[in-house]
């Protein structure tokens, strides 16, 4: 036996469709027995590639594989048999319940029956699934789902275990989980894992990190390597007068500042060199700016590896449509009391808000707490139970399509047409919102330069990688100008690099006056949010600004909380006081 579990030898894999793309290039490494390591790139970095390859399901056009000292391209079988492997959209069986599913998956893995109830019991009380066993899994929510997809992969525990960005959509509850859930395994079982994810403060917590880009293995190491590779270029700044997203657009063009980030009430910068940046220099004539040094983290090192610095940083050349004779300010969105039944069921229960002119608004919860169908409420596609539900000064029970005509309408899953082309899709959508001749031209052609999607125009929709099917889709929902924008968790399983292009581009829009509606399970995207409201059991939990969310978790231990340790301590909290009352 040699001591990698896993282990590339000079592979590579080309794909051809129209084109010739090179997944991989000469790709070498190794990774060693029980221990988590992380697999992190750009979208289209060749990571999927690489986990089916490791997987027997691909083979490499050239190079050696060798998986559990297996040769992967003599015996692929043997490695399938050998290891588990959950890819990124993993099949559960939606009409068959959780045990159902279970038994299934132990019959195709061929785990001995009289094996089965210790095994079922172990899986049930590590995921939480155990008051579940006889609900259908496609009644589950998507934290849910997921655990339930893990535990279908566990049933017979491997040796190598290859998870394919297992917390794309997976709220910070179930992340959470379903990490426990994965150490325990290394922990307890000695299992060796391999993971990719989008999630840079995931790939921090792996033993050890492999960076992929455009199918090349750029580094591997420990991530607290890659984070001192950016010692003393790492600074945090603030001001009272500029809000977050006017310092953040005005650092991002400063000389020397590499990347800008808004990061709770202050913008983090990651400088070129290492030469600490002083105020005149960041913002000539500002005079109230605290810069502050902080300790490098791994999506610094990330984004200094691998973002080109572009003075011409992401614009969206955005002008409200005439039509909008208002203040900002005015009150946009008005929920009141809102409710939302299927059958005895209620999704939804006496939730209000309101969102204004020009602020983005969050709409935040775990899986199943109801935003998305208040989402869907909200955008005219589901009606209401019982509330009052106003869009635009529309009253949506009574003139859903007119105020959807002011709505721009992204959704969480990629939704356009994959057998079209971009530049199809583009002409299809602009015309169900009523552009014809030179209106249409002049809109298809800045949506092409915007969101650089010129080189692709020609390409099928469902052959484009997924940062790229996201522009596609942000501008799809912009052609018609909208002065009201909702956004279902449009970065869901997109990098760092297209996140920050997608978030300055919605910053610019709301700095003109379009009003953003946006849910999103990346915590640290809330504090791009002016106010936002989180859910929980179909009713607001709490609502307020970023900062207010952070106060109530703010602790002795703990003076400085994220978001994400806001959003957990209010979903605990909420948990806690279930369980007394029941």
Known sequence: MSSAALKFSAVSKTFTDGRQVSALDDVSFSIQPGRVTGLIGPDGAGKTTLIRLAAGLLLPDAGDIRVLDIDALAEPLRVQSSISYMPQRFGLYEDLSVQENLDLYADLQGLPVLERPARYAELMQMTGLSPFAQRLAGQLSGGMKQKLGLACTLVRSPRLLLLDEPTVGVDPVSRRELWQIVYRQVQEAGMTVLLSTAYLDEAERCDEVILLHQGKLLDQGEPAKFSRSVAGRTFRVSTQTLSHRRLQEALSRAPGVLDALIEGETVRLVMETAQPPTAERLLPGQTDINISAVEPRFEDAFIARLKVRRTDA????????????AAAGDEVIRVDKLQRRFGDFIAVNNV???????????????????????????????????????????????????????IGYMAQKFSLYSNLSVRQNL??????????????????????????????????????PLGYKQRLSFAAALMHEPDILFLDEPTSGVDPLARREFWARTNALAEAGVTVLVTTHFMEEANYCDRLVIMADGEVLAAGTPLDMKMQARTVDNPDPTMEDAFIQLIEQRQQSSEVEA
């Open 314 to 325: 992401p614009q969206v050349e955005f002008t409200p449509p005439s039509k909008i004779d």
């Open 352 to 406: 209000s808000f309101s969102v204004r002119r020009g602020e983005i608004f969050g709409l935040l919860g775990a899986n199943g707490a109801g935003k998305s169908t208040t989402f869907r409420m909200l955008c005219g596609l589901l009606p209401v139970s019982s509330g009052e539900l106003a869009v635009a000064g529309y009253d949506l029970r009574r003139a859903a399509a007119t105020a959807r005509g002011r």
């Open 427 to 464: 002409q299809f959508f602009s015309s169900a919102y009523g552009l014809r001749g030179k209106q249409q031209k002049a809109r298809l052609d800045w949506a092409l330069t915007t969101f650089e999607l010129a080189a692709f125009q020609n390409a099928n929709a469902g052959d484009l």
